[in-house]
């Protein structure tokens, strides 16, 4: 499973490379580059840190950090 | 609040301690963040024309070299969940070795900057260029001396299936440099 995990992340690091110097409006490349950034945490989160399988209040605190983090950037941006 | 009261989950990987710094860590982190998003919104211009010296594949490169240092120390913990010490701890010297590309790709980067005349005291965008990146930075030296010591008690055989809270303490931080970079990445070099 880490091996499709460290994959997929390799490949949307890529993507976010390649998105922010895409055609598309402004708006739809932060929306875009910041809900793989929220996924990509959320997946070192998950399956590498291993919080996965830990009682929930740990994940909470972590999807909550990201989560208001990655939003007040997004609020910034746009 | 006791976070570890339900049994019937796995444990927290690590020392609880490091979890606390963790925690600290991110605040940190994420304040910084915070105050490079509104800086920006107020100096447009000067942080769209700042990032545009950036060299985009510095960053893109060191995103992947911290994922895959950091999946070899995700296998590093598997295997001395295995048993396998030895296995455990070439995997930690593995990462070792990928972190130490993100330090030379980091020294080069900076040492363009400061050719080309770039430093703290350039603009806002450079002030926190070099202040994010470089804190980020010390973060991942202090991580790879957090992993060269457990790799060399991995080596010694200091670890077991039963005793490996030292490896996954160590990687729990690791993990953290590597979640951080995550986002500094578009942050930084690639929103506009």
Not at chain 2, 145 to 163: C, D, F, M, R
Not at chain 2, 169 to 185: E, K, P, R
Request: net charge positive; with cysteine.
């Amino acid at each position: 499973m880490s091996t499709f995990i460290w994959i997929v992340l390799m490949l949307l690091t890529i993507l976010t490379l390649f998105v922010g110097e895409t055609e598309l409006t402004r708006k739809h490349i932060i929306l875009i580059i910041l809900g793989v950034t929220f996924f990509k945490v959320q997946m070192i989160v998950d399956y590498f840190m291993g919080l996965r399988k830990v009682r929930w209040g740990w994940q909470v605190a972590m999807f909550s950090w990201s989560f208001l983090i990655i939003s007040l950037i997004g609020f910034a941006f746009l | 609040m006791d976070l570890n009261m339900d049994t019937s989950r796995h444990h927290l990987p690590g020392d609880l301690a490091i979890w606390i710094f963790i925690f600290a860590e991110l605040s940190v982190f994420g304040i910084l963040f915070l105050a490079f998003a509104f800086a920006r919104k107020y100096n447009l211009e000067m942080f769209n024309e700042g990032q545009l010296a950036l060299v985009k594949t510095y960053g893109a490169l060191n995103t992947l070299v911290l994922i895959t240092s950091s999946y070899f120390v995700v296998n590093a913990v598997n295997a001395i969940k295995s048993n396998l010490s030895k296995y455990c701890s070439r995997w930690l010297f593995a990462a070792l070795f990928i972190g130490s590309i993100f330090i030379i790709i980091k020294l080069i980067e900076y040492k363009e900057k400061f050719a080309a005349g770039y430093d703290l005291d350039t603009n806002v965008f450079f002030m926190f260029y070099f202040i994010l990146t470089f804190f980020h930075f010390m973060h991942v030296i202090l991580g790879m001396i957090i992993l060269t010591v457990v790799a060399i008690k991995a080596h010694k055989g200091e670890y077991s299936s039963q005793n490996y809270t030292g490896v996954e303490t160590g990687a729990s931080y690791w993990h953290m440099v590597d979640l951080v970079w995550v986002i500094l990445f578009p942050l930084v070099y690639v929103m506009r």
